[in-house]
């Protein structure tokens, strides 16, 4: 059974970087891609970027320069590291198969 | 990167109408298209892949077509359990981009 589940701080300090972790279970890394979305509340869904299954990675070019997507094949874990947040990184961040989703994490950027 | 013009941002419509949503590509995207549903405070739910194809447990009122560079997202006979926002997704060039929603809800 495929699942995925992200876990991270539900609140950062503006400018300070944002780190959060992709648990999937059900497949390997190796095998399947996974990336990263994120929505703020009341929008649509943004694409940020994606770990190829052979350890390449994609960002979206308006996060690239501040944006780093990783992985521990061995822990079957993603990881997402986004500095310079500011409040309009606010939202919920989902991990993603494309097919499947994970439950997303509500991050808050706020003093 | 390739922009995905969704529209309408709005549908309202009454249980057992026909609705279609369009995305329209603005490079060429074969049938790297993806549809999802997402209901309120629910994760995105994949509804069709390769642009046509039914995903698993989607009911078969759903379905996805495409024509050149614009894409259809159709719902038969409408049920209460559609009213959702649906969002488009390109996934062919290295960057992926979604379509702005549109938001099926009773007239």
């Known amino acids: 059974q495929v699942q995925l589940k992200e876990s991270g701080p539900g609140l950062v300090q503006p400018s300070e970087t944002l780190s959060l972790t992709c648990t999937v279970s059900?497949?390997?890394?190796?095998?399947?891609?996974v990336s990263w979305v994120r929505q703020p509340s009341g929008k649509g869904p943004e694409w940020m970027g994606r770990?190829?299954?052979?350890?390449?990675?994609a960002y979206n070019s308006a996060l690239k320069s501040r944006l780093s997507i990783s992985r521990d094949t061995s822990k079957n874990q993603v990881f997402l590291k986004m500095n310079s947040l500011q409040t309009d990184d606010t939202g919920t961040y989902y991990c993603?198969?494309?097919?499947?989703w994970g439950q997303g994490v509500m991050v808050t950027v706020s003093s | 990167d390739i922009q995905m013009t969704q529209s309408p941002s709005s549908l309202p419509a009454s249980l057992g109408d026909r609705v279609t949503i369009t995305c329209r590509a603005s490079?060429?995207?074969?049938?790297?298209l993806r549809w999802f549903q997402q209901k309120p405070g629910k994760s995105p739910r994949l509804m069709i892949y390769?642009?046509?194809n039914l995903a698993a447990g989607v009911p078969s009122r759903f379905s996805g077509s495409r024509s050149g560079s614009d894409y259809s997202l159709t719902i038969n006979s409408l049920e209460s359990e559609d009213m959702a926002i649906y969002y488009c997704?390109?996934?062919?060039?290295?960057?992926?981009?979604f379509g702005a929603g549109t938001k099926l809800e009773l007239k």
């Open positions: 993603t198969t494309g097919h499947y």
């Open positions: 059900g497949f390997s890394l190796t095998s399947y891609s």
């Open positions: 770990m190829w299954y052979d350890g390449d990675t």
């Open positions: 490079q060429d995207i074969g049938n790297y």
């Open positions: 390769g642009a046509t």
């Open positions: 997704l390109q996934h062919n060039e290295y960057r992926y981009t």
